[in-house]
């Protein structure tokens, strides 16, 4: 039997890496100029700090974690998300002793034990950017802008921000008591799971997809009208720059996200048309985590965006972002002699920084043109026994077939000549 992928995994293959690349880089630039430094923390991490960071009745601790015992006997955990290792190591590594706030990103994998669909995997990419130690607005619109600016410089035109507050530890308890009670009256309705978060965690509910729970959460009171006077302030103030830098955006109180470590400000973008996972993004306030992760009491915001549906939506937009890419130049050699010039020739070719094929399988002339054709080089340079004897090769330009006879030592002359006069077109 051959062994196949995990479930939930997937290979990213060469046709596509291309476009990985490319967008890594745009994020890579993208926070270089909102000043947002990568760090880069294990894959794996002591599951006590997911269960005290992410909160032990979240679906991510309860049901989603991939949790094994090592050698040592010491309990593991893949990390399911970024943030609380990022506030691990803002930590352990004493970074609150620089400026404030610590402004970070990272990219990378993440492991959940989820059902797989289209757009949910076990293991999937996140782009994530952390900003710890300030309580300003101005960095909550910043989370909001940051991924924007991303899809938007990506061709992504279709998306919605929904914005929320999930209120503090003064204010929440009311809230998720008044939920509670309501929940309570008619709790045999819902789902076996719903009925069992009404107890334990009845904001929970509110995430749920079964349509009947929705149903059943119409009318109830909203985490809005709960809000103290501090939470209400920094929601409006929020609000208000959203406003002044003209960002749209739908005021969403019912959106709750699945981390209990989450505080004021919460929000999501949502892709319409991806189907029933369609958030590529989201985060929020968490001025909590870093006190109960250990370190003093520091306010924090941060967000991620889910890379793989990013992916998914640019394909399915037909985002024009992603460049065809091929070789520049194919050489095509007849074995002995030739093939010994052909290995000096792309030898010296590399160094211009263009991308340099040849033959390695001492193929037929035709075959090797076959091959420049199916790779879409723009150039083949042939070098035969006739071409050796005169120490020159001869140059053709795929697209329209014309051939010319060059000099070796004008061969990189030639082609960056040929270059730019077919650029400048
Ligand atoms: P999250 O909403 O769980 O937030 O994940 C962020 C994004 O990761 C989602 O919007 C989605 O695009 C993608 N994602 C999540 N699960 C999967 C999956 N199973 N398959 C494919 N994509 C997925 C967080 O992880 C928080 N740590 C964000 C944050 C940072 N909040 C504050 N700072």
Not at 29 to 34: G, K, L, S, T, V
Not at 207 to 223: F, M, N, R, V, Y
């Amino acid at each position: 039997m051959k062994v196949r992928r995990p479930r939930g995994t997937n290979d990213i293959l060469p046709a596509e890496t291309s476009n990985w690349q490319l967008i890594e880089a745009k994020i890579r630039e993208i926070c270089y100029r909102f000043g947002y430094q990568e760090i880069r923390t294990p894959i794996f991490e002591h599951t006590e700090l997911f269960q005290r960071g992410i909160g032990e009745t979240t679906d991510i601790v309860e049901k989603e974690m991939y949790t094994f015992l090592d050698r040592g006997r010491r309990s593991i955990t893949l990390r399911p998300e970024g943030t609380a290792s990022v506030v691990r190591a803002f930590i352990e590594n004493k970074l609150y002793a620089a400026p404030l706030p610590a402004k970070l990103y990272y990219l990378g994998p993440m492991f959940r034990y989820e059902k797989p669909q289209a757009g949910r995997y076990r293991q999937f990419y996140q782009f994530g950017v952390e900003a710890i130690g300030s309580l300003d607005p101005v960095l909550d619109v910043e989370m909001i802008m940051l991924p924007i600016e991303l899809y938007k410089e990506c061709g992504l035109s279709n998306f919605d921000v929904h914005i929320n507050s999930l209120g503090c530890p003064e204010c929440r308890p009311q809230y998720r008591q008044a939920l509670q009670e309501r929940f309570m009256q008619i709790k045999d309705r819902f789902c076996k799971n719903c009925q069992a978060r009404i107890t334990r965690n009845p904001l929970r509910v509110l995430d749920c997809k079964s349509t009947k729970c929705q149903e059943l959460a119409e009318g109830i009171p909203l985490i809005t009208e709960y809000l103290c006077q501090e939470c209400r302030t920094h929601f409006e103030q929020v609000i208000e720059y959203l406003n002044q830098l003209n960002m749209d955006y739908v005021l969403d109180p019912k959106l709750v996200r699945g981390f209990d470590y989450y505080t004021k400000t919460v929000f999501e973008i949502i892709v319409p048309t991806l189907g029933a996972q369609n958030a590529i993004g989201g985060g929020g306030r968490y001025d909590g985590l870093v006190e109960e992760i250990g370190g003093e009491s520091l306010p924090a915001v941060g967000f991620a965006v889910g890379l793989d549906r990013l992916m998914l939506s640019l394909n399915q937009q037909d985002a024009s972002v992603f460049p065809q890419i091929n070789p520049e130049v194919y050489i095509a050699h007849f074995g002995g002699a030739t093939k010994k010039m052909a290995v000096s020739l792309i030898n010296e070719l590399r160094k211009t920084g263009l991308w340099i094929e040849m033959d390695y399988l001492d193929r037929s002339l035709r075959a090797q043109m076959k091959s420049a054709d199916r790779l879409n080089c723009n150039w083949v340079i042939i070098i035969g026994e006739d071409e050796l004897a005169a120490n020159a090769v001869k140059i053709r330009r795929m697209d329209t077939g014309s051939e010319d006879e060059v000099g070796m030592d004008a061969v990189i002359e030639y082609l960056m000549k040929h270059r730019e006069e077919n650029s400048n077109k």
